[in-house]
Each structure stands twice: as structure tokens, then as C-alpha cells.
């Protein structure tokens, strides 16, 4: 058991070392200057109010195990508007289609559209909790 715990911590050290540097230089595998399409621009305020209750679900469950049910950080980082403050919207949501090659972050792609995935950008940095209101 002990060994277990052991290399769990071990990982997730790993994983935050290595996601420290990638979100620290520009990822080769994200355009950070590229715009999101106009129909995802425009979609994600068109998402149901059912769909954005099931994508906030998605966050705090499936998100929050590897960043804390809190969005505090965990496995990967953090995920507060604070912490956020230098991160684009469209790099955001990028990384959620995408994820990180390299990390634990796992692309969303086959479960999210774009219009999704931008959303859920959108919320992050302005805070999960003023949706609910």
C-alpha cells in the first residue's frame, strides 16, 4: 500500500512539473493567436440550459478529479478564474478538445463539440458559480 502511495504521489509531482512547462511556453501543438470559428462562437450561447447543467455535471465530476472537486488543483492544475488570468479562451478550449500530450490531460474531443468545449472555456475563467445564478 505503501508503494502505492508512493508512486501516486510520484505521478502527480511528474504530471505538474511537466505541466508547469508546457503551459509556461507556447504549445507546439496550439495556435494561440487562431480565433474560435464563428458557428462555435455563436453556438455556445446556444447550448439548452439542460446541456450547460449536464457540462457544469461533466466539469465538477470528471474535471474535478484530477483538478480537485474545488477546481483548486489536484492531479493537474488549478483551474480558478485567478489562476487562469493569463490563459485565452480559445487556448482553453483548445486544451479541453486536445488535451495535453504528455500530461494526464485527456482530449475531450470525442465527447465535447467545440461549441462545448468553449463554453465550459468561457465558464472557467469567469467562475462556475455565477452560472448557477
Known sequence: MKNITLLLACCCFVASLNFNSVMAAPSKYVNQTAEPTPSAKASSAALSKQRKNDLLHLVKQDCGSCH???LKGG???ALLPADLVNKPEYFLTIT??????GTAMPPWK???????????AEQLLQG??????
Open 68 to 70: 480537485g472537486m474545488t
Open 75 to 77: 492531479l493537474g492544475p
Open 96 to 101: 479541453i478538445l486536445e488535451g495535453r500530450p
Open 110 to 120: 470525442d465527447i465535447l463539440s467545440e461549441q462545448e468545449a468553449q463554453w465550459i
Open 128 to 133: 462556475l458559480d455565477h452560472e448557477q445564478n
